[in-house]
């Protein structure tokens, strides 16, 4: 949409520029632009027009990047370099909390964001497109970045229109540029003799006034479109985009992926070098004690092994696994999540891949376009602006449903709050429950299949499941998996740890009313299940028969022993128990959880089945259930991944179209669709 | 982590550091840790120091650190017998973890050498590779680098003392060059470059200062060396360059050493380059 100014179009002359810095600083604001430095054009602080790259240009090719002398004195005559305004509003590493811990008592302090007023000049037309994006992303809900917030709202926007593109830009065919019509404050056109300059804001309406130009005659706005109108005939439209989510989407096994990761480096330059790339992870910064710890928010990629790594696993251990988790998630399930594409068309990891992997040559590769033209496609070829990235078709799938029990209003990301341990009690050789008091309402109004996400300063926070709601506090069941469940599992009473949460879609407990009820799961999987026995106990009219099913390696490795006795003794409850290994004292059955429903009657159609176990133990079991006839609508499954943030803020949970711990870890095998047991997601 | 680590976080642990086939860089590195040594002491009871004292303990250690590689029968014998004693054993620098910059004798002719550098080679025991320390026992952690990086080691320390897993990530070099506002060197044709397939830590130094990487960390988790040798090949430079790039002071490391092997060998003596 284009915004109307009511202040008509001025003409800049070259040498205005500094008069156009100079308000900028007296208003308090850092200018950012485009400066010649380590051989590119970089955004760096600029405080005369001389700091600008006056007679540069840069030839761009995949994999390589030379500055050239254009012996002119235009100053915006490069395409987008290394850098990109992220380094301003999304910065490689920002403090987020502060712990600290004495004698078994912890405190989190939020930190507090710090944007010093800034002004963005050069800001291309795909770079507009970026930041909008990044704002759907961090900005615009369910849980906000307040720092990227408060710096995105310091900053004003000053676009220069691209007439000068890269062999390896592509914004034509994302919808993006190199037209500039919205997402700005002032935009300007270079011309050789100066810039038209008009305004898409109040603030940039204000600016302009002030800058006091003479108005832009018809020759030069005329000659302004001119040029960038010619930029849209030079780039033409490299990437067909009609249809690309659902051609990729189909494309999940191709063989091509093999074939990219032989030449693919997984150094993650692609990532970090893009625009809209948001992934994180969190680093502690402490003293040698421990004592105090600054949890810092620092850029990560999907392309780093540990990105994706949990205790004892790795869901993408293949670099072709990563490799398509990125392309796929830029190009077909960032319309899932934000309704957007996550691709701006900028060419930045074209240019920056040190062995030059060309993301157009690979999307044309792995997902070419159907020989004739879909009627989608000719429909959206030639449309210039953001109208376009509306005409290019979305998602094929449906979405995901929506959180089922949204975060607190959720205006910001949750905060720790303290909660005390108040008994402590041990499951397993390796497991414990402990049962902490709290007081945070939002802690307390949790649902069964929630889970919180648990920090000891100076240790990364773990995501951990709720295992059972009480009026004054919550249990949660802790596995010593890695030094900070460690950690916590050698909590004594009265010592406290942060709490944030609840996080998550849980058990979906209405869907199984008047339905027969099956439970399955395995080793700890029983934990985020037990609050679901407890609520269905509650309302134990509303479903017909209900059988819990655990299996697990030997019976020491059970949880909750005792409850499963006095659950097995009730009438109202069928529980069958299965290990593994069999101990001296196990007289039960032997082998693995989908045995026991051999001896079962499972009526399909009138079942509800909740699965919480190892993925393969749920693959295993979920044939079981297809056979027995469940349909996927009433399947559901909860799903272990990677969790930093617990929001769907730092990308590590990503599983195809969803965020595992903002639209799940509770998933129906409907909404996942072809993602349940893929390899490699 | 062991019991006897975990033991260690209430206590102050006896330390030890040890010195194998090296430069002792590393242990300076620890030396040069001027502002944080005092604090350092504290929380660890420093029973040897090779670089710093010439006293030698006969342990206990509850944890080694060891700088070097194996070059010598002794050496060979030293480091087992260290192992059998010592809960936590952690090896510092590009010697003790790919062998170091003597490693490239791994490829050459050991009696020549030995004959053309000593005047009696007889007197001299050494064996015909230099090897990290992990092809000889199980180490529990490892930091890279030539030499090691101050803020690594810190880190290390600290997450013992505290009892958490040390954040030291294997990944490429790139993500701290992109961090710290770095241009790639590489595409910028500044010149070769390993920080791709170099396992991070140093803060990304030297395309800091508009060189390339020159891997002194040695590989990183998965590493591509053939994709980016192909990739040199493609941008003009000869297999023997390439070579000699891979060829530095974690050349012995596999992914490294198989580039090297697949491109002929180090160019070692036959001519002088640049990146040697």
Known sequence: MVIPSSVDPGFLPRAGLDRLLDLLTADGRRVIGPTISQGAVVYDEIHRAADLPSGWTADQAPGSYRLRSTGTDRQFDYAVGPTSWKHETFPPRVPLTIGRRVNGQVTFEDAVPVAPLVAFLGVRGCEIAALLTQDTVLARGPAVDRDYAARRAAALVIAVECVTPADTCFCTSMGTGPEVTAGFDLAMTELDDGFVVRAGSPAGERLLERLELSPADEARTSAARSAVAAARELMGDPVPTGGLPARLSAAAESPRWAEIAERCLACANCTLVCPTCFCTSVTQVSDLDGLEATAERTWDSCFTLGFSRVAGGNFRPRVQDRYRQWLTHKFAT????????????????????????????????????????????????????????????????????????????????????RAFVAERRRETVDTVTI????DDPDLLAGRPGQFVMAALPAFSAAPISVSRFHPDGLELTIRAAGAATRAMCGLRRGDSLGL???????????????????IVTGGIGLAPLRPLVDALFAERTRFREISLLYGARSPSDRLYVE????????????????????GPDWFGRVGVVTSLFDQRHLDGSKAVAFVCGPERMMTATVDVLRDRGVTDDRIFVTLERHMECGVGLCGHCQLGKAFVCRDGPVFSLAEMGPAFGREGL | MTGAVRAMIASRPRLGIMKFASCDGCQLTILDLEDQLLDLLTRFDLVEFAEASSYRSSGPFDVVLVEGSVSTPEQAEEIVRIRRETPLLVTIGACATAGGIQALRNWADHDAYRAAVYAH??????LATSTPISDHVAVDGELRGCPIDPGQLLELLTALTVGRRPQLPDESVCLECKRRGTVCVLVTGSGPCLGPVTHTGCGALCPAYARGCYGCFGPREGANGASLATWFKRDGRTDADTARLFAGFTAYAPPFRSVIDSLGGPPIASDQGEDA
């Open chain 1, 334 to 417: 960032w319309w899932d999540q934000f309704g957007s594409s996550g691709c701006v068309g900028c060419g930045r990891c074209i240019t920056w891949c040190p062995v030059g992997i060309d993301v157009r040559a690979e999307l044309l590769a792995v997902a070419p376009p159907p020989t004739e033209l879909s009627d989608a496609t000719t429909q959206i070829i030639g449309v210039p602006g953001p109208e376009r990235i509306e005409a290019v078709p979305g998602p094929t799938t449906p979405a995901l449903l929506t959180a089922m029990t949204p975060l607190s209003d959720a205006v910001e990301s949750p905060t720790y709050s």
């Open chain 1, 435 to 438: 049962r902490f008091d709290t």
């Open chain 1, 500 to 518: 944030r949460g609840p996080m998550g879609r849980g058990w979906p407990v209405d869907a199984a009313e008047g339905h027969d009820v099956v």
């Open chain 1, 563 to 582: 409850e499963l006795s006095e659950l097995a003794a009730r009438p109202d409850l069928d529980v069958g128990q299965i290990v593994d290994r069999a």
């Open chain 2, 121 to 126: 080679p007889e007197y001299v025991e050494s």
